[in-house]
């Protein structure tokens, strides 16, 4: 089972940028596809980014499309979220996961999860 540690969370102001990242353990990292989810207080659990396994293709939600960005590094086994024109709705905890195969918006087609990084932005 791969292992996610999430990163690169804080405090940033409307408009600021911030760049989370995640680490996975083992050597399989290559095969998963990798996802970003966001869940705010009070608020079901959100899709944000994915990218498959090689990194050809990524998938955005309309609410951060041309603001966030999603991205891996195989050889270092390491995902990140390049998030910028940050808003104070994008405030939330941020999760890293890992799938096989499946749906890269649904949240119950990951296997993994990490322990998720806390993002708050500030009016």
């Known amino acids: 089972q791969v292992q996610l540690v999430e990163s690169g969370g804080g405090l940033v102001q409307a408009g600021g940028s911030l760049r989370l990242s995640c680490v996975a353990s083992g050597r399989t990292f290559s095969m998963y596809d990798m996802g970003w989810f966001r869940q705010a207080p009070g608020k079901e659990r959100e899709f944000v980014a994915a990218?498959?396994?090689?990194?050809?293709?990524?998938y955005y939600a309309d609410s951060v499309k041309g603001r966030f960005t999603i991205s891996r590094d195989n050889a270092k086994n390491m995902v990140y979220l390049q998030m910028n024109s940050l808003k104070p709705e994008d405030t939330a905890i941020y999760y890293c996961a890992a799938g096989r195969g499946g749906s890269y918006y649904s949240a119950r087609e990951y296997d993994a999860w990490g322990q998720g990084t806390q993002v708050t932005v500030s009016s």
């Open positions: 990218i498959n396994w090689s990194g050809s293709r990524t």
